[in-house]
C-alpha cells in the first residue's frame, strides 16, 4: 500500500468536505446583505446555526494533515500564501463572533450584519485567491520557498477567487432554497439563477487559461491518450449545469443544491487530474513532500478512527435538522 497515495486522497477528500460544507455557509454570508429584510436574515443565519462550526472540522483536519503527513508541502505552501491564509483565518474568527453577537443585540445588528457579510466574502475570496496560487505554480529552490511576498497576487489568482466567492454564493443561494420558504426561498432561487450563470462562466474562464499557465496542464487536456481521461468532467459539467436550471426552473428544492455540489466535485476532479502526482505543481511531487513511512503509519491509526466519527456526528447533526426552517423556529428562540 502506498500510504503517500493514501494520504493525498484523505486530505483530498478533508478539503473537498470542507469546500462543501464550509461552502455553503459562506456563500449564505456572502449574500446576507441582499436578503430584503432583517427577518429574513434571522432565518437564513438560522439555518446555519446548528451545523456552522461543524463544518470548519475539516479545515482543521485538512491543515493539520497536510503539516503532519506533507511537511515538506506544507513547509513552502505556507511562506508562499501567509497573507491570504491569514486574512482568511482573521475573516472565519470575525465571522464566527457575528454569527454569535447577532442576536445579542438590536441597536448595534447591523454592525454584525457587515461583519458576518465582510467575512464571509474576505474568507471565500482568499482561499480563492489561495488555489489560483498553488495552482500558477510556487517557486521552489532546493526544499524551501524561493518567491517573493506578492507571487500569490496575479491576474490568474484574482480569477479563482472570483470564481470561488460566486461558487460559494451559488452553493448559499440553493441551500437556502431548500431549507426556507416564501418569499427569502423566492429570492434565494432568484440568486441561485444568477451565480449560476456567473459560475460556469468563470469556470469555463478559468479552464481555458489552466492549460496556457504549465505545459504539463496543456499535456493532460489537449493530447492523445490523455485526453480521455480528463473529457468526461466537462461534459458531466454540462449535465450538472443542466440539471441545476432545470431543477431551479421548475420548482425544485433539494435538486438544486445537489446540483450545485456537483459542479464543485466536478470542478475539483479537474483540478485533481492537473495536480497529480504532484503536491505542488511544477516541482515537488506527493511522495517528494512525504512524511517517513512511520509516521504516516501512525497517523492513519488516528485518523481511521478520527475520519469516520466526525462523519458520524456531521451526518446525525444533519439528519436532526433537515427539513424547512419557519422565520420564527431557531437560534434566538
Not at 53 to 58: A, C, H, I, K, M
Request: aromatic content about 18%; proline content about 5%.
Amino acid at each position: 500500500m502506498d500510504l503517500a497515495v493514501v494520504w493525498a486522497f484523505i486530505i483530498a477528500f478533508a478539503v473537498i468536505a470542507y469546500v462543501i460544507l464550509d461552502g455553503f455557509d459562506l456563500g449564505t454570508g456572502i449574500l446576507f446583505p441582499f436578503l430584503a429584510r432583517h427577518e429574513n436574515r434571522d432565518t437564513a443565519m438560522n439555518t446555519l446555526a446548528p451545523i456552522w462550526d461543524g463544518n470548519e472540522t475539516w479545515l482543521i483536519l485538512g491543515g493539520g494533515g497536510l503539516f503532519a503527513v506533507f511537511p515538506l508541502a506544507y513547509a513552502i505552501i505556507m511562506p508562499a500564501l501567509y497573507a491570504p491564509i491569514i486574512a482568511m483565518l482573521l475573516a472565519l474568527v470575525f465571522r464566527g463572533v457575528a454569527f454569535e453577537y447577532r442576536f445579542k443585540t438590536v441597536r448595534g445588528r447591523w454592525l454584525w450584519d457587515v461583519s458576518f457579510f465582510i467575512g464571509s466574502l474576505v474568507a471565500a475570496l482568499t482561499q480563492g485567491i489561495a488555489l489560483g496560487a498553488l495552482v500558477q505554480g510556487i517557486d521552489v529552490e532546493g526544499r524551501a520557498y524561493a518567491g517573493g511576498w506578492f507571487d500569490w497576487f496575479t491576474p490568474f489568482s484574482l480569477l479563482t477567487g472570483v470564481a470561488v466567492v460566486v461558487g460559494y454564493a451559488l452553493l448559499g443561494a440553493t441551500w437556502l432554497v431548500m431549507k426556507t420558504e416564501g418569499e427569502l426561498h423566492d429570492i434565494a432561487r432568484r440568486y441561485a439563477f444568477i451565480t449560476g450563470i456567473g459560475i460556469l462562466t468563470l469556470i469555463g474562464g478559468v479552464s481555458l487559461w489552466m492549460p496556457f499557465l504549465d505545459v504539463e496542464f496543456y499535456f493532460r487536456w489537449f493530447t492523445f491518450p490523455q485526453f480521455f481521461y480528463a473529457a468526461p468532467v466537462p461534459i458531466f459539467v454540462a449535465f450538472a449545469a443542466f440539471s441545476l436550471f432545470q431543477s431551479l426552473g421548475t420548482g425544485k428544492h433539494v435538486q438544486p443544491f445537489l446540483s450545485a455540489l456537483t459542479l464543485f466535485l466536478l470542478s475539483y476532479t479537474g483540478l485533481g487530474i492537473n495536480f497529480y502526482p504532484h503536491i505542488i505543481p511544477p516541482d515537488v511531487t506527493i511522495w517528494q513532500a512525504a512524511a517517513p513511512d512511520a509516521s504516516m503509519k501512525f497517523l492513519l491509526v488516528g485518523a481511521s478512527i478520527l475520519i469516520p466519527t466526525i462523519l458520524a456526528y456531521t451526518t446525525f447533526a444533519y439528519w436532526i435538522f433537515r427539513g424547512k426552517i419557519g422565520r420564527d423556529e431557531g437560534y434566538h428562540h
